[in-house]
């Protein structure tokens, strides 16, 4: 099982920047991946970015691609989610998830609030 502990989110002017950090503990093992998702009122819940251990591959949204970037810090076993440039239709609750081996994104963190508004 794996646990998640997020952080960041908040108030920001369009062409803001923030940063959110999520970190991983239990058994995660060697092989796993942590992926940000965001989903808005009303809307389906969207994949943004994900990094995969041990190797560190990076997958990324078209929409968010140039934008923001994904990172992590293996010896806290933590993602971090950069994101520059950022527009009001970016506004979304966003969570952060692990996925073990090649399974299916089953832990999840508790979401933070991202809002982008004049």
């Known amino acids: 099982q794996v646990q998640l502990v997020e952080s960041g989110g908040g108030l920001v002017q369009p062409g803001g920047s923030l940063r959110l950090s999520c970190e991983a503990s239990?058994?995660?093992?060697?092989?796993?991946?942590i992926g940000w998702f965001r989903q808005a009122p009303g809307k389906e819940r969207d994949f943004v970015a994900a990094i995969r251990w041990p190797i560190g591959n990076t997958f990324y949204a078209a929409s968010v691609k140039g934008r923001f970037t994904i990172s992590r810090d293996n010896a806290k076993n933590t993602a971090y989610l950069q994101m520059n440039s950022l527009k009001p239709e970016d506004t979304a609750v966003y969570y952060c998830?692990?996925?073990?081996?090649?399974?299916?994104?089953?832990?999840w963190g508790q979401g933070t609030q991202v809002t982008v508004s004049s």
């Open positions: 239990g058994r995660t093992g060697s092989d796993y991946a």
């Open positions: 998830a692990a996925a073990v081996g090649d399974g299916r994104y089953d832990s």
